[in-house]
């Protein structure tokens, strides 16, 4: 159980386009899920969190109008990274919190964005 | 404000070595303490979890004991094989909903197992 799954796992794109990445929980409803951006060899760094049917709540430092995200059921969060360029490439995971009583977050596997 | 301190890696092993990650931690409050493990190529899976002092979690061989004494959540296992070559990461969560269950992590462990 409390499986996360990330679509795409890769993807590259072009300078100045735009990119969706999808986070869904498939075997629970996610009352919060969170998006944290990895750079090679580093640690996670927390981006955002959101909530379902509400504004994401952005960490100091993160861009709300280049990483749009939309919450827009208790099972799918998505992050937009809006006219891409080659410093945002990086490893994006995404977590889900399955209930307000647990302090347990459930991790996707991550997708890769390479920005040329 | 919440902090998580791990050592450096990465760590190489011989197969059948005994492992410890330490990790240390600065926090409001009585926090969850986790340890995560990153296979190559993907996402975070959870190892192991204690929720209050003394607690002991416990997953495939890897323990941890939450000392809130000396704020410490360190990882060990007796007997590592090759497949346990990963990055490990400590990390705690902020106390019962407080911030979103926010997780902070620690830097990462590299751990190399040879054969």
């Known amino acids: 159980g409390a499986v996360v799954s990330q679509h795409p796992s890769r993807v590259i794109c072009k300078s100045g386009t735009s990119v969706k990445i999808e986070c869904r929980s498939l075997d629970f409803q996610a009352t919060t899920m969170f998006w944290y951006r990895q750079f090679p060899k580093q640690s996670l760094m927390l981006m955002a969190t959101?909530?379902?049917?509400?504004?994401?709540?952005?960490e100091q430092g993160v861009e709300k109008d280049k990483f749009l995200i939309n919450h827009a059921s208790l099972t799918l969060s998505t992050l937009t990274v809006t006219s891409a360029h080659p410093e945002d490439s990086s490893f994006y995971i995404c977590s889900a919190d399955d209930s307000p009583y647990t302090d347990t977050q459930y991790f996707g596997p991550g997708t890769r964005l390479t920005v040329l | 404000g919440n902090s998580v301190t791990q050592m450096e890696g990465p760590v190489t092993l011989s197969e059948e070595a005994f492992l410890t990650i330490n990790c240390t931690y600065t926090?409001?409050?009585?926090?969850?303490l986790f340890w995560y493990v990153q296979y190559p190529g993907e996402g975070l899976q959870l190892l192991l979890k204690?929720?209050?002092?003394?607690d002991k979690g416990s997953n495939k061989g890897f323990e941890a004991t939450y000392r809130k004494e000396t704020t410490s959540f360190h990882l060990e296992k007796g007997s590592v094989q090759v497949s346990d070559s990963a990055v490990y990461f400590c990390a705690l969560s902020t106390p019962p909903k407080a911030a979103g269950n926010k997780l902070t992590f620690g830097g990462g462990t590299r751990v190399l197992v040879k054969p």
């Open positions: 926090a409001t409050g009585y926090p969850s």
């Open positions: 204690a929720t209050k002092a003394d």
């Open positions: 959101s909530n379902e049917g509400s504004k994401a709540t952005y």
